[in-house]
């Protein structure tokens, strides 16, 4: 069966860095566009990072621009988000996302708690 499983998060102070990872297996990973989205208590999921299929082509919310950094493996069947200079603004669940937009097929992971905090 499909499953996307994060790993990765915790308790880090402002400044500092993690790096989620987010394995798939049950389908094509290489055919689906990969995104991180997070959502902090009384908010709304937002849309942090994705990363196209094969060319790898990546966006980023302006909130994260320049301080995290989306990747892929496809030999693996994981997703990364490599989150440098962390702000207290960051403490969500984070969320891996596979879509197939052809099909519009969307999967989605249990999430992963970041929190950030001196």
């Known amino acids: 069966q499909v499953q996307l499983v994060e790993s990765g998060g915790g308790l880090v102070q402002p400044g500092g860095s993690l790096r989620l990872s987010c394995a798939a297996s049950g389908f094509a990973f290489s055919a689906y566009a990969m995104s991180w989205y997070r959502q902090a208590p009384g908010k709304e999921r937002e849309l942090v990072a994705a990363?196209?299929?094969?060319?790898?082509?990546?966006n980023y919310a302006d909130s994260v621009k320049g301080r995290f950094t989306i990747s892929r493996d496809n030999a693996k069947n994981t997703v990364y988000l490599q989150m440098n200079s962390l702000k207290p603004e960051d403490t969500a669940v984070y969320y891996c996302?596979?879509?197939?937009?052809?099909?519009?097929?969307?999967?989605w992971g249990q999430g992963t708690q970041v929190t950030v905090s001196s």
């Open positions: 990363i196209s299929t094969v060319v790898g082509n990546t």
């Open positions: 996302n596979a879509f197939l937009s052809i099909t519009g097929n969307k999967f």
